[in-house]
Nanobody, 120 residues
C-alpha cells in the first residue's frame, strides 16, 4: 500500500483544514487508517484513527475539533480539522495497518507527511 497525504497549509487560529490520504496499490478496505503528527523537537503522536468497520479513535487534545472519515470505494481517508490552535502545528502523517492498536505509531504503511501551520 502506498499512501499520499495532502491538504496541509497555513491557517489562522480558529480556522479549518481538511487533510486527505489516498491509497494506491492493494486495497486498504480492511486496514485501519491513522493520522499522526510530529511537531519540531517532539515525538510523533497519535491524532485519530478509523478502523475498517468505521470505529473511530481520537487523541484527547483533538476530540470535538477533528473528525476522521474514510471512503473505501475511493481508497481514501480524511481528517477534518476545525478550531485549529497554534499547538496543532506539525507535520501530519497518514498511516495504514491491518492489525494493532490504533493509537500506537507502529503502522506498516506511512505517507510522506503534510505540513500544517497554525498562526496565532
Amino acid at each position: 500500500v502506498q499512501l499520499q497525504a495532502s491538504g496541509g497549509g497555513l491557517v489562522q487560529a480558529g480556522g479549518s483544514l481538511r487533510l486527505s490520504c489516498v491509497a494506491s496499490g492493494r486495497s486498504f478496505r480492511s486496514y485501519t487508517v491513522g493520522w499522526f503528527r510530529q511537531a519540531p523537537g517532539k515525538e510523533r503522536e497519535f491524532v485519530a484513527a478509523i478502523s475498517w468497520s468505521g470505529d473511530t479513535y481520537y487523541a484527547d487534545s483533538v476530540k470535538e475539533r477533528f473528525t476522521i472519515s474514510r471512503d473505501n470505494a475511493k481508497m481514501r481517508g480524511d481528517l477534518q480539522m476545525n478550531s485549529l490552535e497554534p499547538e496543532d502545528t506539525a507535520i501530519y502523517y497518514c498511516a495504514a495497518q491491518s492489525s494493532g492498536r490504533p493509537e500506537v505509531p507502529q503502522y506498516g504503511y506511512w505517507g510522506q507527511g503534510t505540513l500544517v501551520t497554525v498562526s496565532s
